[in-house]
């Protein structure tokens, strides 16, 4: 049937709906030729009465309904046409939200050109009366306006359409959160792309109305609804909005300290992170004049606040703002009055400190932390201010309570040091400036080591380790033997807090320690430091309650140690098999209960391991003599300290066990001829050339020599005696340091 003949049956029809079988014929004849499309235009133009709204309507949602799965297949010239055609009929206020959804769908092609986006921008700003639209059209709108900057941003500038103005007009009273949301980016848009310099407070007005801003979620709203969004959102994306541009300074900074003295709750946590942000995008010529008031609002929320929440926000304000004021000190004519303004803030903070154990002076060192982590101006200020006053306060007779708010507030100042100057964990972190706090490194180590010595409160020694920890974490604060030094000193007291809380000390402080070591879970590659690690454990591990907590995440280690980089780190894997030995030997000797994990989860997994290695499994351990050396004494104290019960059956289990001189006398060798084993033994350790296999058979000789019982006959003593001298030569010839002292 001919396309105007069917056209012409359906808009002479009562139906107001597209049939889909004429959608699918015209979608197919619009395919089909080359003018497809526009010959439809054409046709919809002859259909198109003034004075009949039914037939306009119908016209345009046909229009919509073709164009929308046609979008890919759109060329310019067609693009243009539709174009034209929306345009002349745009007027009609029942039409608009079809229209939109056709321009919306132009605006997504690649085809169009910059001269239909302006044609399209200027229709939207001088035909559609946007404010009386529904919400979605004005979603749309938004979004159509989005899409043409993003296309073409320089065009619409060079051109005679007023498209800022435009956009502030369409957006002028839009109180929709999902709206507000692509409106407020497409105001960074303009910021960044567009020449705003003579439409700065028209832009800043249409921002700063909106704070700030909350939203109360509707109840009809659900998960299931495409536009869920949150007032944090909002928030911080106004946020950013006034952020975006230095030239917002002169009108926003004012109104922010304004509303930072006159609001509460939330409102002000809004205000101060807002400042916070816009702080380094104005400047230090926009906050100097207001740099007063706004530390002293600043100050009151940190000493006043009782909510934890809203005293970090005023801190970490404090910090932007000292950090924007500290950009100024290199500007000759503004440095003097950047100096003032950082040490007026100090004032807030100086005297608090004459009384280190009250609330204030705790505040104030958080409002020293802040700016002294700002910049190296500030640090330098703070350090040269605050320190004499701190450490003069320090006296060795003062209660535990004094010095221990002492130390807190010098660890305040050792954390703003880290930061801002860089911490030894720092990867690629590298800064010129040296941190001031040199200068006083004597009287701050000094303190320290005081308080670390004074055994009289368990709780100052924690506050002592937490200074320490800082100060070695510290870039450039301690040499070799002044780390060395304070390592040991912690470390020892550290020792002694894990007699008093084992369970604690396991929990909190070994998760940190291990980290640095590698295992399957952190593949990481085997850290010089790694004794840094070791070195505590050791000395840590050895108790009980500690080792039974530890010994799983450390025999984890061992097994990626062995298994995975041992041959590629082989002093690193007997180090971490050493200290495994050591503290096993410790805490086993101590408690039973380290000795049941050593008999039931140490020792077995280690046999299994080293079984396999020597049969030869793929991806087994790597093992070596020094290995097989240190896995025989694990073996060795299991059994010298387990019952004579679980010594038989071990024995029964293998004759050749590694044994370090403890046979009980009620324990027996299942053998028939005992100097026939010995003579084997002997013979072995003669032939092996394996120095750890003689040494472990010589050490069975010996203690079945030891152990000797004074019932046998003449001729058996005569034949041990021989063996022995047959072994003592074993011993002299290959391990001369057993033919020294009296005793060998």
């Not at 939207?124 to 009366?129: L, Y």
């Not at 201010?385 to 006296?395: E, F, H, N, R, V």
């Amino acid at each position: 049937m001919d396309i105007i003949q069917l056209l012409r049956d359906w808009f002479q029809s009562e139906k107001t709906e597209v049939d889909p079988s004429l959608l699918a014929y015209v979608l197919l004849y619009s395919t089909k030729n080359v003018t497809g499309l526009e010959d439809i235009l054409a046709h919809l133009a002859s259909f198109w009465k003034e004075d009949d709204s039914t037939c306009r309507t119908k016209c345009i949602d046909l229009l919509a309904q073709v164009v929308t799965p046609s979008q890919s297949a759109l060329d310019s010239s067609t693009i243009t046409a539709i174009i034209q055609f929306i345009g002349n009929r745009i007027n009609d206020p029942a039409l608009v939200p079809r229209c939109i959804d056709i321009y919306l769908v132009l605006m997504s092609t690649e085809n169009i050109s910059s001269a239909d986006v302006l044609q399209v921008c200027n229709a939207v700003f001088s035909s559609i009366k946007v404010k009386k639209l529904p919400q979605q059209s004005r979603f749309k709108i938004l979004t159509i306006l989005k899409k043409a900057i993003d296309k073409y941003a320089s065009e619409i500038q060079r051109s005679k359409t007023n498209f800022i103005s435009g956009f502030i007009n369409c957006m002028d009273g839009e109180k929709d959160p999902r709206n507000l949301l692509v409106a407020f980016e497409l105001i960074r848009t303009i910021m960044d792309r567009f020449d705003i310099s003579r439409h700065i407070e028209d832009l800043f007005e249409i921002v700063f109305c909106y704070f700030p801003i909350s939203f109360a979620s509707s109840p009809t709203n659900n998960s299931n609804e495409p536009f869920t969004i949150t007032t944090e959102d909002l928030k911080q994306s106004l946020r950013k909005c006034l952020a975006s541009t230095p030239y917002f300074a002169y009108y926003a900074t004012p109104l922010l300290i304004e509303k930072l003295m006159t609001t509460t709750g939330r409102a002000k946590k809004d205000v101060m992170e807002t400042i916070g942000l816009c702080a380094p995008a104005y400047g230090a010529h926009a906050i100097l004049p207001h740099a007063q008031d706004l530390f002293d609002a600043l100050v009151k929320v940190v000493y006043q606040g009782s909510e934890s929440g809203m005293v970090e926000v005023a801190l970490e304000t404090i910090h932007h703002v000292v950090a924007t004021l500290g950009t100024g000190i290199s500007i000759a004519n503004i440095r003097d009055p950047v100096e003032k303004a950082i040490d007026s803030l100090l004032q807030h903070c100086v005297g608090e400190l004459k009384e280190p154990e009250l609330k204030n002076a705790r505040s104030a060192a958080y409002i020293l932390r802040a700016a002294a982590s700002a910049s190296d101006p500030a640090c330098t200020s703070v350090t040269h201010t605050a320190l004499p006053i701190i450490y003069q306060q320090y006296q060795s007779t003062d209660p535990a309570i004094r010095k221990k708010a002492i130390l807190d507030i010098l660890t305040e100042l050792l954390l703003a040091s880290k930061k801002l100057y860089g911490s030894v964990e720092d990867i690629g972190y590298d800064r010129d400036f040296q941190t001031p706090l040199l200068m006083y490194k004597q009287q701050i180590v000094s303190i320290f080591i005081l308080s670390l010595n004074d055994t009289s409160d368990t709780v100052l020694k924690e506050a002592s380790l937490q200074g320490i920890h800082e100060m070695v974490l510290m870039k450039q604060f301690l040499k070799g033997e002044e780390e060395k030094s304070l390592r040991s000193q912690a470390l020892t007291t550290l020792g002694v807090v894990t007699k008093l809380y084992p369970i604690v000390l396991s929990q909190l402080t070994f998760p940190v320690l291990l980290q640095g070591l590698p295992c399957p879970e952190n593949p990481i590659h085997v850290p010089d430091s790694y004794r840094d690690t070791l070195d505590p454990i050791t000395v840590l591990a050895a108790h009980p309650a500690v080792f039974n907590i530890v010994i799983h995440p450390l025999l984890n280690k061992l097994d990626y140690a062995c298994g995975t980089i041992g041959k590629e780190n082989t002093t690193y894997v007997h180090e971490i098999a050493s200290t495994l030995l050591y503290i096993y030997k410790m805490a086993s000797a101590k408690d039973k209960e380290a000795l049941t994990v050593g008999q039931k989860v140490v020792l077995p997994g280690i046999l299994i391991k080293c079984i396999s290695a020597a049969m030869g499994v793929p991806n087994a351990w790597y093992l070596d003599d020094k290995l097989i050396e240190i896995f025989a004494m694990i073996a060795a104290i299991t059994t010298r300290l387990s019952t004579p019960s679980d010594q038989q059956l071990s024995i029964n289990d293998s004759i050749k066990l590694f044994v370090n001189n403890d046979f009980s006398s009620e324990v027996k060798l299942s053998l028939d001829s005992l100097p026939a084993f010995l003579e084997r033994l002997i013979q072995a350790a003669i032939e092996t050339s394996s120095d750890s296999r003689r040494l472990a058979l010589s050490k069975i000789v010996a203690s079945i020599v030891n152990k000797w019982t004074n019932g046998n006959s003449k001729k058996m003593y005569v034949c041990v005696s021989i063996q022995l001298f047959t072994y003592i030569y074993i011993c002299r010839r290959y391990y001369p340091m057993y033919s020294k002292g009296d005793n060998q």
